[in-house]
C-alpha cells in the first residue's frame, strides 16, 4: 500500500492528473470498511473546503476498473449518522473525479416481504433528518436542484441488474422501494415505525437522503445497495432491533454485498449510462455567476467549474 499522504484541495487539480481519474465510487456503511477485491491500493486523504472527509480515500483497481472507496463512518465505525461529514465526503468524491456513486448501506425492513438479508434498490427517500448540513449552496449562490428522482434511474437499474444476474442465495431482490432517512442514532420507536409503515416506506436507516442531496448537487449518479439486516420495531414476530441483531447479517450481507458492487462496476465500466443527474445545476443555478463572491467560487470549484 502507498503511504499515506497529505493533500489540500490546491493541489487536487495535480492529483488528479497524476494517476487515472477513478469515475466510480463507493461509500461502505456499516459492516462494509473494505473492499477485499481491489488491488494496486494506493491510500489518499483529502482536505476539502467543507473540512475532512470520514476518513482516508481507498483508490484501487477493480477487476481491472479504477474506484475510489470510502467507509462512511470510518474504518473502525468512530462517527455517528448526525457527525458525518457528508459535504466533505461528496465534495472529495467530486474532486476525484467520481461520476457514479454507489452506497452501500445497512437497513431495517418496514415491510414484510423485504426480510432480513433481501436487497432493496430504493426509488425514494422521506427525510425525517434534522440536524445537518444538506447542501454546497449559500454564502453568496443560491441554486434549487431538482430531487424528485432522488436516486438515479440509470444507475439504480445497473445495479439491479447487477444483484439479480448473482442469484445470491436466500436473497430477494426489491427494485424500488422507499428508504426513511431518520436523525438517529437511536432507533425509532414502534409509533414511529408503524407510522413511517403507514406513509409507505418500505426500509428505513440514517444516512442515505443527506449523501443522495448532495450528490445530486455535485452532479454525481447516486444509487444505493440498501441490505436489510431487521425488521425494526414493529414485527409482532420478530423481536426489535439491536446492534447484535444488525451485526449478525451484516457479515453475511457484506459479502454479498462486495459481489454486487463488483458487478456493477464491470458492467458501468462497459456501458456507463446517460444520467440526468451529471446535469443537474445547469438550470437549478438562480444567482449570476457575476454576481457569486470569488470565494465561493473558489470554494465551489469542484463542482461550478464547467459553468465558470
Ligand atoms: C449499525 S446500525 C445503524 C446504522 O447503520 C446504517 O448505516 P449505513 O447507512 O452507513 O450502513 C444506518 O443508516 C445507521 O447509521
Ligand atoms: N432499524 C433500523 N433503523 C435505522 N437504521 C437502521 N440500520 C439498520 N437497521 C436500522
Known amino acids: 500500500m502507498a503511504q499515506r499522504s497529505q493533500y489540500t484541495t490546491k493541489d487536487l487539480q495535480q492529483l488528479i492528473e497524476a494517476m487515472p481519474e477513478a469515475k466510480i465510487g463507493i461509500i461502505g456503511g456499516s459492516g462494509l470498511y473494505k473492499m477485499e477485491a481491489l488491488t494496486d491500493v494506493e491510500e489518499i486523504k483529502i482536505e476539502t473546503p467543507f473540512g475532512d472527509p470520514s476518513d482516508a480515500f481507498i483508490l484501487g483497481t477493480l477487476d481491472g476498473h479504477r474506484v475510489v472507496f ?13 457527525e458525518l461529514p457528508f459535504r466533505a465526503n461528496i465534495y472529495a468524491m467530486k474532486s476525484l473525479g467520481v461520476e457514479y456513486l454507489l452506497s452501500a448501506s445497512a437497513v431495517g425492513s418496514l415491510q414484510a416481504e423485504a426480510k432480513p438479508l433481501d436487497m432493496v434498490v430504493p426509488d425514494q427517500f ?19 436542484i431538482g430531487f424528485g428522482d432522488p436516486i438515479c434511474p440509470s444507475l439504480a437499474g ?7 444476474s448473482l442469484n ?12 426513511i432517512c431518520i436523525e438517529g442514532p437511536a432507533f425509532s420507536t414502534k409509533a414511529e415505525s408503524n407510522l413511517y409503515r403507514s406513509w409507505g416506506g418500505t426500509v428505513i436507516g440514517m444516512t442515505n437522503l443527506t449523501e443522495a442531496k448532495l450528490a445530486r448537487e455535485a452532479e454525481i449518479a447516486y444509487a444505493t445497495l440498501a441490505l436489510v439486516t431487521d425488521y425494526d420495531c414493529w414485527h409482532p414476530e420478530h423481536d426489535s432491533v439491536t446492534v447484535e441483531m444488525i451485526i449478525g447479517n451484516l457479515q ?5 454485498a462486495q459481489l454486487v458492487i463488483q458487478s456493477t462496476v464491470e458492467r458501468l465500466s462497459k456501458n456507463p449510462p446517460d444520467s440526468k443527474a451529471h446535469r443537474a445545476l445547469k438550470s437549478a443555478i438562480f444567482t449570476p ?20
Open 126 to 144: 422521506i427525510d425525517r433528518t434534522k440536524d445537518r448540513e444538506a447542501t454546497f449552496f449559500g454564502d453568496g449562490i443560491v441554486a434549487h
Open 168 to 179: 445470491l442465495p436466500d436473497v430477494t431482490l426489491h427494485r424500488s422501494g422507499t428508504y
Open 158 to 164: 445497473v445495479l439491479g441488474d447487477a444483484i439479480a
Open 252 to 256: 453475511l450481507n457484506a459479502k454479498n
Open 70 to 82: 470510502l467507509a462512511r463512518h470510518g474504518r473502525n465505525h468512530h462517527l455517528l449518522p448526525s
Open 289 to 308: 455567476m457575476d454576481q457569486i463572491p470569488e470565494a465561493t467560487k473558489q470554494k465551489l470549484a469542484a463542482l461550478l467549474k464547467k459553468y465558470l
